[in-house]
């Protein structure tokens, strides 16, 4: 019998991935069966079963990979010194991101919002995804500070507010925009660059001071 190429094996755990993700974006991972993404990607059980043992195992593989490209985005994007500012360093990120992900429909639906809203919640009850998902935002958060810290030796930012406050913020921002994106429809990442530009180019100063 033939053997199978490992390009052949990687093209359909792909397929499957990119089947299930498309499914848990738009119905959720439990009202999704496992049946539903057999249909979905047009295989058989045994044919699915080879590659993960069930649904929790799916799941797991495709929030290690949507927040492994973040992880990654962002190591691209901050390895000059200093990083691009903010509101560009964002954009670069988040628009990768979200063109990776909402590739995998072609329609323009927000796959990737709120296939994180769905990962978000699901981290609420699975213990393993908790433990994913906190170690990818203390490394992001680390990253960021990182990020600050360069842009306050620079003089680009204020040297008075903590690091870690500065970090935070930001991905309180990129969070918030995800969320919107996923409750009421996409948005161009310019819409967050140009609200981060605004909030940015505030004085100190008090009308009136």
Same mark, same amino acid.
């Given at each position: 019998?033939? +053997? ?5 094996? !990687?093209?359909?755990?792909? =397929? @499957?991935? !990119?089947?299930?993700?498309? %499914?848990?974006? +738009?119905?959720?991972?439990? #009202? ?19 590659? &993960?043992?069930?649904?929790?195992? %799916?799941?797991?593989? @495709? ?8 992880? #990654? ?14 509101? @560009? ?6 628009? $990768?991101?979200? +063109? ?10 927000? %796959?990737?919002?709120?296939?994180? @809203? ?10 393993? %995804? #908790?433990?994913?998902?906190? *170690? ?6 680390? $990253? ?7 842009? =306050?030796?620079?003089? /680009? /930012?204020?040297? *008075?507010?903590?690091?870690e406050h500065a970090a935070r913020t930001m991905i309180a921002a990129v969070q918030g &925009?995800?969320? =919107? ?12 660059? *140009? ?6 180019? /505030?004085?100190?100063? +008090?009308?009136?001071?």
């Amino acid at each position: 019998m033939a +053997r199978v190429s490992q390009e052949h094996l !990687d093209a359909r755990r792909r =397929q @499957i991935l !990119d089947g299930a993700a498309r %499914l848990f974006a +738009r119905n959720g991972f439990h #009202a999704t069966s496992m049946q539903d993404v057999l249909k979905e990607v047009d295989l058989s059980a045994g044919a699915v079963y080879r590659y &993960f043992s069930g649904k929790d195992e %799916l799941i797991a593989a @495709i929030v290690k990979e949507v927040l492994g490209e973040i992880r #990654a985005a962002f190591e691209d994007v901050t390895r000059q010194s200093p990083p691009p500012p903010p509101d @560009i360093l964002v954009g670069l990120v988040l628009g $990768r991101t979200l +063109r990776v992900w909402s590739s995998l429909n072609g329609d323009g639906e927000p %796959l990737f919002p709120r296939l994180m @809203i769905q990962v978000w919640a699901e981290t609420m009850r699975n213990e393993e %995804l #908790a433990a994913v998902l906190t *170690d990818v935002f203390t490394e992001l958060r680390e $990253r960021w500070m990182l990020a600050v810290e360069a842009y =306050q030796e620079a003089g /680009m /930012m204020r040297s *008075d507010v903590p690091a870690e406050h500065a970090a935070r913020t930001m991905i309180a921002a990129v969070q918030g &925009f995800i969320t =919107q994106q996923a409750l009421f429809g996409a948005a161009p990442v310019e819409v967050l660059q *140009d609200g981060l530009r605004a909030l940015m180019s /505030m004085s100190a100063a +008090r009308p009136g001071a």
